[in-house]
T-cell receptor
């Protein structure tokens, strides 16, 4: 079965650079979520999209932005990167239109800022 | 704000033992609760989803229960195996909003 695909899997950037993370949800899933997991931490919710509209916003820095496109894939854009942005970034998808649906996570993008 | 707590933070058991991982949450107005497994540096694998109207779910050697009124869920692992070694996270889906609230996880080590 198709899973959530994230690219790239690993990314190394320098401080003040920009990064773009991509997420391809499971086919027919209408909701995408982004989470950030720092070393030894639990995943922290950043932002979500339902049917291409922002549906919820968590602790996403103003330097970050995201969108969901017409094909339901999503991109997380990160600018003016800081050392503290180094983390695993997860994308998840679900079929929110169906009640009590399960969220499926991708393998994550490991971002290292040097 | 929903607070999710997992106890214990770490657990080491010999192979073959049955074990219980605990998850508690402060706001009982939940949409669902999901248990995940995470291997070091890897993604989150969904193990079980319990709907707010359900009491338990089973998958193979795993059984998860939910007591919404008391704000508790347990994950029961039967006949543990070394391959079960991982961090187990519970996450609560709220009635309003889309964000899953995660606990900090229980790090499980099953020794041969």
């Amino acid at each position: 079965a198709a899973g959530v695909i994230q690219s790239p899997r690993h990314l190394i950037k320098e401080k003040r650079e920009t990064a773009t993370l991509k997420c391809y949800p499971i086919p027919r899933h209408d909701t995408v979520y982004w989470y950030q997991q720092g070393p030894g931490q639990d995943p922290q919710f950043l932002i979500s999209f339902y049917e291409k509209m922002q549906s919820d916003k968590g602790s996403i820095p103003d330097r970050f932005s995201a969108q969901q496109f017409s094909d339901y894939h999503s991109e997380l854009n990160m600018s003016s990167l800081e050392l503290g942005d180094s983390a695993l970034y997860f994308c998840a998808s679900s079929l929110r239109g169906v009640k009590n649906t399960e969220a499926f996570f991708g393998q994550g993008t490991r971002l290292t800022v040097v | 704000k929903q607070e999710v707590t997992q106890i214990p933070a770490a657990l080491s058991v010999p192979e073959g033992e049955n074990l219980v991982l605990n998850c508690s949450f402060t706001d009982s107005a939940i949409y669902n609760l999901q248990w995940f497994r995470q291997d070091p540096g890897k993604g989150l694998t969904s193990l079980l989803l319990i709907q707010s109207s359900q009491r338990e779910q089973t998958s193979g050697r795993l059984n998860a229960s939910l007591d919404k009124s008391s704000g508790r869920s347990t994950l029961y692992i039967a006949a543990s195996q070394p391959g079960d070694s991982a961090t187990y996270l519970c996450a609560v889906g709220p009635n309003s909003g889309y964000a899953l609230n995660f606990g900090k996880g229980t790090s499980l080590l099953v020794t041969p």
